[in-house]
T-cell receptor, first 116, second 115 residues
């Protein structure tokens, strides 16, 4: 079985503050992929990043950065210098190929509210 | 690239009525997924297809739900009869196996309200 846990249901920050979203996953597979999706108030699901289980390099894309640590089964996401446009629900997700085929399992999501 | 196209975007219906949601995947994508999003259960996979063939429908709630993919460019999710607890946002997503990226591209969703 595969499982994704996002313990933070909602985070509220003031613009320009940094915010870190936690994601913990469970799988017995050695080959898996981790994702982050953004769901803005308009409702669509927007892909942000994918990581495979063999690549633990952290990644930075503009104000976004991701910290993947297999030792703690975590794939955390940081928004630096947050902006009002970052207000959205963010989902962490997992595909474990052998255990679950092509099923993308989502965490419960973390709602980020950035106040001006 | 037009992305994944879903229709209708909003549907309001009365309990007992038949509801049909439609999806056009991205051209060339060979996997299609139907997800449902509710406050209580979050995002859950209902069913997915590979090359138009249903592979796993274990997430379909009950016999009132059915999904078809008659060709590579069209899929439907049908609820008959609908119930208030079916109210949710239904997402369709597609991906291309050959890309190796396992990235699903989602449609804008169909918001269903059953009164």
């Amino acid at each position: 079985a595969q499982k994704v846990t996002q313990a933070q249901t909602e985070i509220s920050v003031v613009e320009k503050e940094d915010v870190t979203l936690d994601c913990v996953y469970e799988t017995r597979d050695t080959t898996y992929y981790l994702f982050w999706y953004k769901q803005p108030p308009s409702g669509e699901l927007v892909f942000l990043i994918r990581r495979n289980s063999f690549d633990e390099q952290n990644e930075i894309s503009g104000r976004y950065s991701w910290n993947f640590q297999k030792s703690t089964s975590s794939f955390n996401f940081t928004i630096t210098a947050s902006q009002v446009v970052d207000s959205a629900v963010y989902f962490c997700a997992l595909i474990a190929i052998k255990a679950a085929g092509n099923k993308l399992t989502f965490g419960g999501g973390t709602r980020v509210l950035v106040k001006p | 690239d037009a992305g994944v196209i879903q229709s209708p975007r909003h549907e309001v219906t009365e309990m007992g009525q038949e509801v049909t949601l439609r999806c056009k995947p991205i051209s060339g994508h060979d996997y299609l997924f139907w997800y449902r999003q509710t406050m209580m259960r979050g995002l859950e996979l209902l069913i997915y297809f590979n090359n138009n063939v249903p592979i796993d429908d274990s997430g379909m709630p009950e016999d009132r739900f059915s999904a078809k993919m008659p060709n590579a460019s069209f899929s439907t999710l049908k609820i008959q009869p609908s119930e208030p607890r079916d109210s949710a946002v239904y997402f369709c997503a597609s991906r291309k196996q050959a890309s190796g990226a396992n990235v699903l591209t989602f449609g804008a969703g169909s918001r269903l309200t059953v009164l």
